[in-house]
């Protein structure tokens, strides 16, 4: 199984800061990588597909890169409904396997 | 807008067995495939299984492989799991999700609400 490696496991900052959150894969996954981002209580929401892509009704201050074994994912400004937990995915074998999490949370 | 709901939570005995469904509505159905993951409390996602548009491929995690299975009805818009041999480890939030093909990956583009299943004497 590949497994997926996120960090930091936990980010403090504030609203308006930059903010980068790595995921890294055991093994290349060329860039099968997701990222979703879970608001206490719900569902989990797609925010970035193909590693570098923006989903639909998702802000741009969301962008996404990587390839191989290393991605990232950064928010530019944040804002406050920013504020939840983010999990990468790969969907390059089976079992799909996620990241164990990064809770963003507000200094 | 794609919709899916999740019904068929609850309490069951460890050994027991429950049926999850999930209903579908907002797009053609058997035109995609289908996963379920879940979500024990206060933990990570875990990715548990999909089924193909048609039903013909299908895959499980290692940890419900032979104890639970997924299956769709596409004349009714409706995804399954059912899950024998329950364990207290099974606690958790359950999740249908709809695979979307994007840029010839795969992602997890709509989900259900959830639905708890909590396994306990």
């Known amino acids: 199984d590949i497994q997926m490696t996120q960090s930091p496991s936990s980010l403090s900052a504030s609203v308006g800061d930059r903010v980068t959150i790595t995921c890294r894969a055991s093994q290349s996954i060329s860039n099968y990588l997701n990222w979703y981002q879970q608001q206490p209580g719900k569902a989990p929401k797609l925010l970035i597909y193909a590693a570098s892509g923006l989903q639909s009704g998702v802000p741009s201050r969301f962008s996404g890169s990587g390839s191989g074994t290393d991605f990232t994912l950064t928010i530019s400004s944040l804002q406050p409904e920013d504020f939840a937990t983010y999990y990468c995915?790969?969907?390059?074998?089976?079992?799909?396997?996620f990241g164990q999490g990064t809770k963003l949370e507000i200094k | 807008q794609a919709q899916l709901v999740e019904s068929g939570g609850g309490l069951v005995k460890p050994g027991g067995s429950l049926r999850l469904s999930c209903a579908a509505s907002?797009?053609?159905?058997?035109?995609?495939?289908l996963s379920w993951v879940r979500q024990a409390p206060g933990k990570g996602l875990e990715w548990l299984s999909y089924?193909?548009?048609?039903?013909?491929?299908?895959y499980y995690a290692d940890s419900v492989k032979g104890r639970f299975t997924i299956s769709r009805d596409n004349a009714n818009n409706l995804l399954y799991l059912q899950m024998n041999s329950l364990r207290a480890d099974d606690t958790a939030v359950y999740y249908c999700?709809?695979?979307?093909?994007?840029?010839?990956?795969?992602?997890?583009?709509?989900w259900g609400q959830g639905t708890l299943v909590t396994v306990s004497s």
């Open positions: 999700a709809r695979e979307a093909v994007e840029m010839a990956t795969t992602c997890l583009d709509y």
């Open positions: 907002g797009f053609t159905f058997s035109d995609y495939f």
């Open positions: 089924i193909s548009s048609r039903g013909e491929i299908i």
């Open positions: 995915q790969q969907t390059y074998s089976i079992p799909q396997t």
